[in-house]
């Protein structure tokens, strides 16, 4: 129990964390954060927005997002790449639940668990992690109050 209730303090810490990571998003409809977790550690973050290089703005003309936008999870999980850090049994942090594309490359970074707090408009990322045997937790916002 003790346990249990050390792990949701870091839970809630740690979206805390995340949704703070997400104002970093120059995404006017939606900004989402990531951080990747690994024995206490973050060894990796990220938020949606365009590729590196690209202008900072996500959406086209019409409102709708620009198909070329990462997704808060892609940007955390292709940087750990990039670092050289392995995300094997990691955690990751999410203010938003993922995609089913996301869910994909989620399953093949190694990821063990997946914690979020807003539920996305499909639930088929959710299904296809749970599916993979990763373990998927959802944090209301209003249960992220301060200590």
Known sequence: M?????QNLLDQRYLKMAMIWAQNSYCKR??????????????????????????????????RTKPYVLHA??????????????SEGATLYVTSSPC?????????AGIKRVVFT???????GINLLRRAKVE???VELDNLEDD
């Open 2 to 6: 003790k346990n249990e209730k050390k």
């Open 30 to 63: 939606r900004q989402v954060g990531a951080l990747l977790v690994k024995e206490k550690m973050i060894i990796s973050d990220g938020y949606n927005g365009t590729p590196s290089g690209f202008e900072n703005n996500c959406e086209e003309e019409n409102n």
């Open 73 to 86: 999870e892609a940007n955390a999980i292709t940087k750990v790449a990039k670092s050289g850090n392995s």
């Open 100 to 108: 089913l594309e996301c869910a994909k490359l989620i399953i093949q």
């Open 118 to 124: 807003e539920s996305y408009r499909l639930d088929d």
């Open 136 to 138: 998927v937790t959802q």
